[in-house]
């Protein structure tokens, strides 16, 4: 969505659930790297990032949070290379931390792109990384003759940033009433992030096509069935009568014509139940026959509608955020019981022959809540990333061995991720342990007043109100803690936790009034007169506070509204607080009424 007074749009269907299933250990984050035949220069990376950016506009955004929806605002962010120094994939989105959602590093011969999967899908990530490659290697290579690839000129800004879901939305197609089954499930604990298990296997294009035309298939369709069988042989006693299900990420710009460069991708689930006489043959030809079936157009479109249908629907639109986080989340759970693994083929990569001198090859990974094989070729090499959070590598090594049974020759790449010392991960731990010590010196406290109030009175009487200080101290503390990236939006927490948290206390000693006959105005007066001392000693943009001034206007309401029902008695701060706070409003609509009308506009947008 753009206009000529904003600079922001909404997320594209796809994209509406990535914000609120991300977190530390399941980051959607993937990596695009190309491996060149030379040292990486970060100097001329960062001359060749500042270039492609000028091409792609649509990456210099952040990710904000409205009332009903998440949405993408432009933001004058320099995006900057950095040496890698973090695990692969780590965690890009960070709720109320104001940065971009991608970050380009490097180690030794090797350039690294990585995305937040709400930005941009597969396609859109390795358009962005030839161009950096291409870029680079211009800049770094001035003598040559290097002919320059990149997106149709023609393109405008409008076709890059449009939401495909939307355009090729129809309510007239039927919806898809097939019902899924219930897929094996890869069991044992999980991982943490940082210790996710990351391989790679090379393969030769030209002996992979041969093998796949032999049995009359694709590549995708031969590497689809490896993959199923290679599960099958770790799948639990309890489990056997289940289907091995893959979840193929599809591009819709196949079906549907399309320039964007958001996400625009749907998937097939591709499955076999197995016995005990089945044959890789058999898996094979069963694989084949669901691909035909579920790439046809009319099906792809009925499964693109489906999704938009529920975006579209009322009363999803009309339903808070906070609230309707839960129920996406539910949503992606009950959806992920009909996926054993996912297998993401992102295609051919071409760049000109003259490029080939200096590239070793292109991969591609991606964060997992369990097993994930992603794949790209360029050249005569194709390179298969395992990313997994199970224990062992038992499903990898037997995909490794079915290709060696096939004759398909191949060969692991040797890992090297700077990023997963033992310093970087007792580094992480820090914080971690001080929540943790905070956590348990609260808890403490609390048992031993109880310890002395019955020791010393044989009862517990006072000690209930030292626990509860505990309980109001620790909630505090974590709300500040949580919020801690924000500082506006970690007042207007704090101004609710501690109003409530006074009314209690006031109600549950006797009922003396002074919560809402102070507290709460004053409360409220100071975390309005200090939203403009912030805002002006962080230099905050007009958008990035406004919305929290209105929102702590709209409180200052609040207490004059007691003092008309009568629950205020001294009502002289509640007066002022109310004045001010309708005074506030009216300048606010009065002398930046357009700025304040956009605000409104993307926190409620429906």
Not at 26 to 37: A, E, G, H, P, W
Not at 55 to 68: C, M, N, T, W
Not at 407 to 427: A, T, V, Y
Not at 467 to 475: D, F, I, K, P, Q
Request: hydrophobic share 40%.
């Amino acid at each position: 969505m753009r206009t000529e007074y904003s600079n922001w749009r909404k997320l594209d269907n796809a994209a509406l659930a990535f914000p609120l299933v991300t977190g530390e250990n399941d980051t959607r984050v993937f990596r695009f790297y190309c491996q060149l035949k030379e040292e990486v220069d970060s100097d001329i990376l960062q001359q060749a990032l500042d270039r492609t950016m000028e091409k792609y506009p649509l990456f210099q955004a952040v990710l904000r949070k409205g009332l009903f929806w998440f949405y993408l605002e432009h933001s004058h962010i320099r995006a900057l290379v950095k040496p890698e120094t973090e695990p692969p994939c780590s965690r890009l989105y960070i709720p109320d931390k104001k940065s971009l959602l991608f970050q380009v590093s490097y180690y030794k011969e090797r350039i690294n792109f990585e995305v937040f999967h709400a930005l941009t899908d597969g396609t859109g990530a390795m358009h962005f990384l030839q161009e950096l490659v291409q870029n680079y290697l211009i800049l770094a290579h001035p003598k040559e003759n290097f002919p320059e690839i990149g997106r149709d000129k023609k393109t405008g800004r409008g076709n890059i940033e449009e939401d495909s879901f939307s355009q090729y939305y129809s309510s007239d197609i039927p919806k898809n009433r097939e019902k899924k089954k219930a897929a094996v499930k890869l069991k044992g604990e999980k991982l943490v992030h940082s210790d996710m298990h990351i391989s790679e296997v090379v393969l030769s294009v030209k002996e992979v096509h041969q093998k796949a035309r032999s049995y009359g298939v694709s590549i995708t369709v031969l590497l689809t069935a490896v993959m199923l069988c290679s599960i099958r042989e770790e799948i639990p006693k309890n489990q056997q009568k289940r289907p091995v299900t893959l979840m193929i990420p599809v591009n819709l710009r196949n079906y549907f014509p399309s320039q964007s460069m958001t996400n625009f991708f749907g998937w097939i689930e591709v499955g076999y139940t197995f016995s005990d006489t089945t044959t890789f043959e058999e898996v094979l030809a069963d694989v084949k026959r669901q691909f035909e079936q579920e790439l046809e157009k009319d099906k792809i479109a009925m499964h693109m509608n489906d999704y938009v249908r529920i975006e579209k629907n009322i009363f999803v639109r009309a339903v808070p955020l906070e609230i309707k986080k839960y129920f996406l989340m539910i949503g992606a759970n009950l959806g992920s019981r009909s996926i054993t693994a996912v297998y993401s083929n992102i295609g051919i990569i071409r760049l000109p022959e003259e490029y080939r001198e200096y590239i070793r090859h292109f991969g591609i990974f991606a964060s997992t809540n369990s097993l994930q094989m992603c794949s790209c070729s360029y050249g005569d090499e194709m390179v298969l990333g395992f990313t997994s959070k199970i224990p062992d590598d038992s499903i990898q090594r037997n995909f490794r061995r079915m290709l060696s049974e096939e004759e398909i020759p191949h060969r692991e790449l040797k890992n090297d991720f700077p990023g997963c010392g033992e310093q970087q991960r007792l580094e992480r731990k820090e914080n971690q342990r001080i929540v943790q010590t905070f956590s348990f010196l609260c808890l403490a406290v609390a048992v031993i007043c109880g310890m002395i109030n019955i020791m010393t009175a044989g009862t517990l009487n006072w000690s209930w109100f030292a626990g509860a200080g505990c309980v109001c101290a620790w909630l505090v503390v974590m709300v500040a803690y949580s919020k801690r990236r924000n500082i506006l939006k970690n007042e207007i927490w704090q101004l609710l936790l501690i109003s409530v948290i006074a009314i209690l206390w006031d109600r549950f000693t006797g009922w003396r009034g002074w919560s809402v006959d102070f507290i709460l105005p004053f409360g409220v007066l100071s975390v309005q007169f200090s939203v403009p001392v912030i805002a002006r000693v962080n230099c905050l943009k007009r958008e990035e506070y406004l919305f929290y001034l209105v929102q702590a206007c709209i409180a200052g309401l609040i207490p004059m509204i007691l003092a008309w029902t009568g629950v205020v008695k001294f009502v002289y701060p509640s007066v002022i607080c109310a004045g001010i706070s309708i005074l506030t409003l009216a300048a606010l609509f009065i002398f930046c009424k357009k700025d304040t009308l956009r605000e409104f506009h993307k926190k409620l947008r429906m």
